[in-house]
């Protein structure tokens, strides 16, 4: 589903890494996101923190309810589903499995718009990143589609379209 997508509060380090001139990690971006990929058309607000050793994406409904919890590290995946108080995780035991953070991190913000379209590969399948906006000097994609790979049984093509909200950087 979208944990692949968006393809970690648990010993986080937050170091400060420049992305910018003016602006470091860690980002808090806010956004809602829609996916007509599922009944009645999926539509969550996110909480979504860039560190420099791993990503944490907050899914809460509408109303407030915290949905889930997704942690992005370089050797797993973490996944808490609040709603049926489930913890799933997905470990990266080999290097050529992991999860290049730095790369997905420059699929996901461009900080000069290099190209309207970048694909993040990984074993699990592709995201293609596009429609980049420009939101607080910061190039942002609109929409992310997610193909998963053979290895991935039981799952679809995920689109998910984003409407960026706000956007915090650290100052140095």
Avoid: W
């Avoid at 009645?40 to 607000?45: A, H, I």
């Avoid at 399948?125 to 910061?138: A, F, P, S, W």
Wanted: charged share 20%; hydrophobic share 35%; proline share 2%.
């Amino acid at each position: 589903m979208l944990v692949a997508l968006l393809c970690s509060s648990c010993a986080i380090i937050s170091l400060k890494k420049q992305i910018t001139s003016n602006f470091f990690l860690p980002a808090i971006v806010y956004a809602n996101i829609t996916s007509p990929d599922y009944l009645n058309q999926l539509n969550l607000k996110t909480k979504i923190e860039i560190y420099s050793d791993s990503i944490k994406i907050g899914l809460m409904h509408s109303t407030g309810i915290n949905l889930a919890t997704i942690y992005i590290m370089e050797n797993q995946l973490l996944v808490n589903q609040k709603f049926n108080n489930t913890n799933d995780t997905i470990q990266f035991n080999e290097r050529r499995e992991s999860i290049n953070l730095k790369a997905l991190r420059e699929t996901i913000m461009q900080t000069t718009l290099k190209s309207d379209t970048l694909t993040y590969t990984h074993h699990l399948g592709d995201l293609v990143c596009t429609k980049y906006m420009n939101k607080e000097n910061i190039y942002l994609p609109a929409q992310m589609t997610f193909f998963p790979s053979e290895k991935i049984q039981h799952m679809s093509t995920q689109h998910i379209y984003l409407d960026y909200k706000k956007i915090n950087f650290s100052k140095k």
